[in-house]
């Protein structure tokens, strides 16, 4: 009778270490073109929760890395380093998840015309208060982008 209850365990131990990023929340992307002549392109990167407790941490910030393959975008600015912890003592800082984190981009001059998918992947660190961790997550991202 103790093999079952064994059995039981090593499965609901290998369910704990499976938990994943998509059920604390989505992360989607999007092509966000200038809204005026001259002005700068975006790649928007929102965050859905699911858990209301789990929250992306805002050091270090979310960092978006495009398909090599691709050859619609190019970033406009380097991306900043990842940032050390906070000293102790230090309260986190979490992202206001209503709103997108946006980097920075351009259309490649060389791209072909018309709608070009293009692919990345975000990597963000997000931590659960009530439960006391803190994770390493990557998302993959593909969205389209309408070279003119």
Known sequence: MQRP????????????AAVSAGEHFTVSASYVPPAKPRAGASVAVSFTPVDPDVRI????????????????LVFVERQ?????????????????PSLPVTFAVALNPKAPRGEQPVKGSV??????????WCRK????VAFTVNVP
Do not use: I, W
């Open 57 to 72: 941490n805002q050091e270090p910030g979310p960092r978006l890395k495009l398909d090599p393959e691709q050859a619609v």
């Open 123 to 132: 990597t963000y660190f997000y931590c659960s208060k009530r439960e006391g």
């Open 80 to 96: 900043p380093p990842a940032a050390r912890r906070p000293e102790s003592g230090g309260e986190p800082k979490y992202l206001d």
């Open 5 to 16: 209850l064994a059995a039981a365990l090593v499965v609901m131990a290998s369910a704990a």
């Open 137 to 140: 997550g990557t998302s993959e």
